[in-house]
């Protein structure tokens, strides 16, 4: 191997409970390909990290059940992966999955190596992913949480600003790199194919009917006939979100299929909403007041300008109670004690995406 610039990172290990090779994988970058090797073998539990040396001795002194990070630079202009291969079997390595850092990123993929060993390639560099995965194997359970939580809001931004499911399923498509399909009543509201799977897409939609005849009408994943993998999430009876690909799901795919989820409830509470979400116009005719939302039994019986100024304010703000504040030029403690009162009176928080989405769309002036 040749030398590469100096480097200080040699090894992280991961101390939590053992996390999956596709786990990992789809965690730290989503837009990393599978080179070579065997997909099963994704599937087994990785302890650790370890990461090459850009000064000799390069290789790290152990790296069994880990995923080794090698930057591209040390194998030199040629992206060898059999080359690769035979100098980690020749040093005794045994890593659960490789993954080449530095790669360009339009870069033609390399020859497969003839061996099992999963090898991945990513155009970030060596040390970001290292320091990437070891955090993530570290607070796996905190780390799926985050990145759910990061879709389900930018889901539900894409929704106040295009009332459309399609728009909500286009983003997170292009954010997991996966393929996203929406069906409702029998109808694909939605079909949006990952970067180069357009022929996955068209699988999906050849199988659509059978899905829907075959569906458990509860969450599941599952591996369909022909291959396609298949995470299916119900939004309401009658509809449903689907996550599609060629290769096995990690957790963070099916925690933001949960999160788009939620967002699309909000959007297709009725079949008829399956229309409606299409039609901003008719959705503003159609809107009853803000304070609708209220039950007969309710205590407020009359708009309160000031609840109902709060409540679009911190749905504008995407939740966030200091910027709501800011635009009202009150204190926070005051918006949250408004947001009890209108959970309490109401059942309504603009924190919640769903809420959101109905205050957002009952203030919007009809004609």
Same mark, same amino acid.
């Given at each position: 191997?040749?030398?590469?610039? %100096?480097?200080?990172?040699?090894?992280i290990?991961?101390?939590?409970?053992?996390?999956?090779?596709?786990?990992?994988?789809?965690?730290i970058?989503?837009?990393?390909?599978l080179?070579?090797?065997?997909?099963?073998?994704?599937?087994a539990?990785?302890? +650790?990290?370890a990461r090459?040396?850009?000064?000799?001795?390069?290789?790290p002194?152990?790296?069994? +059940?880990?995923?080794? @990070? @090698?930057?591209?630079?040390?194998l +030199?202009?040629e992206?060898? /992966?059999d080359? #690769?291969?035979?100098?980690?079997?020749?040093?005794?390595l045994?890593p &659960?999955?490789?993954?080449?850092?530095? /790669?360009p990123?339009h870069?033609?993929?390399?020859?497969r190596?003839?061996?099992?060993?999963p090898i !991945?390639? =990513?155009?970030? &560099?060596?040390?970001e992913?290292?320091?990437?995965? *070891?955090?993530?194997?570290?607070h796996?359970?905190?780390?799926?949480l985050?990145i %759910?939580?990061?879709v389900?809001?930018?889901?539900?931004?894409?929704?106040?600003?295009?009332p459309?499911p399609a728009?909500?399923? *286009?983003?997170v498509a292009?954010?997991?790199?996966? *393929?996203?399909?929406? =069906?409702?009543?029998g109808v694909? #509201?939605a #079909?949006?194919?990952?970067?180069?799977?357009?022929?996955?897409?068209?699988?999906?939609?050849?199988?659509?009917?059978?899905?829907?005849?075959?569906?458990?009408g509860r969450?599941?994943?599952?591996?369909? &006939?022909?291959?396609?993998?298949?995470?299916?999430?119900?939004?309401? $009876? *009658?509809a449903?979100v689907w996550?599609?690909?060629?290769l $096995?799901?990690?957790? @963070?795919?099916?925690?933001a299929?949960?999160?788009?989820?939620?967002? !699309?409830?909000?959007?297709?509470?009725r079949?008829a909403?399956?229309?409606?979400a299409v039609?901003p116009r008719?959705?503003r005719?159609?809107?009853?007041?803000?304070?609708a939302?209220?039950?007969?039994?309710?205590?407020?019986?009359?708009?309160?300008?000031?609840?109902e100024?709060t /409540? #679009? %304010?911190?749905?504008?703000?995407?939740?966030?109670?200091?910027?709501?504040?800011?635009a009202l030029? @009150?204190?926070?403690n005051t918006?949250?004690?408004?947001?009890r009162r209108?959970? =309490?009176e109401?059942? !309504?928080d603009p924190?919640? $995406?769903e809420?959101?989405?109905?205050?957002?769309?009952?203030?919007?002036?009809?004609?």
């Open positions: 191997m040749t030398d590469a610039p %100096a480097s200080h990172a040699e090894r290990d991961g101390t939590a409970r053992l996390t999956s090779g596709i786990d990992l994988w789809r965690a970058d989503p837009e990393a390909r080179l070579s090797g065997s997909v099963d073998r994704l599937r539990a990785v302890r +650790g990290v090459t040396r850009a000064a000799p001795p390069h290789l002194d152990e790296a069994e +059940g880990q995923l080794l @990070v @090698v930057d591209a630079a040390l +030199g202009r992206t060898a /992966l080359r #690769l291969v035979s100098i980690l079997g020749e040093a005794g045994q &659960a999955a490789v993954l080449l850092a530095d /790669l990123q870069a033609a993929a390399p020859d190596a003839g061996d099992p060993l !991945l390639g =990513s155009s970030r &560099a060596a040390g992913l290292a320091e990437a995965a *070891g955090r993530h194997l570290e796996a359970d905190e780390e799926v985050r %759910a939580s990061e389900r809001l930018a889901a539900a931004e894409a929704a106040l600003v295009t459309d728009a909500a399923a *286009g983003l292009a954010r997991l790199r996966r *393929g996203v399909a929406i =069906s409702a009543d694909l #509201l #079909l949006h194919a990952r970067a180069a799977g357009r022929a996955l897409a068209a699988r999906f939609a050849a199988l659509h009917g059978r899905l829907l005849a075959g569906s458990p969450a599941v994943t599952r591996q369909a &006939a022909d291959g396609l993998f298949l995470v299916e999430r119900r939004i309401r $009876p *009658g449903s996550l599609f690909a060629d $096995p799901f990690a957790r @963070v795919d099916e925690a299929a949960e999160a788009l989820t939620i967002t !699309l409830r909000a959007l297709l509470r079949p909403d399956a229309q409606v039609s008719s959705r005719d159609a809107s009853p007041p803000l304070f939302a209220a039950s007969e039994t309710s205590p407020v019986t009359t708009a309160d300008p000031t609840l100024a /409540l #679009l %304010a911190v749905a504008r703000a995407n939740g966030r109670v200091a910027t709501a504040a800011r030029g @009150v204190h926070r918006v949250l004690y408004r947001l209108a959970s =309490s109401m059942g !309504l924190r919640r $995406p809420d959101a989405l109905e205050i957002l769309r009952r203030a919007q002036p009809s004609g």
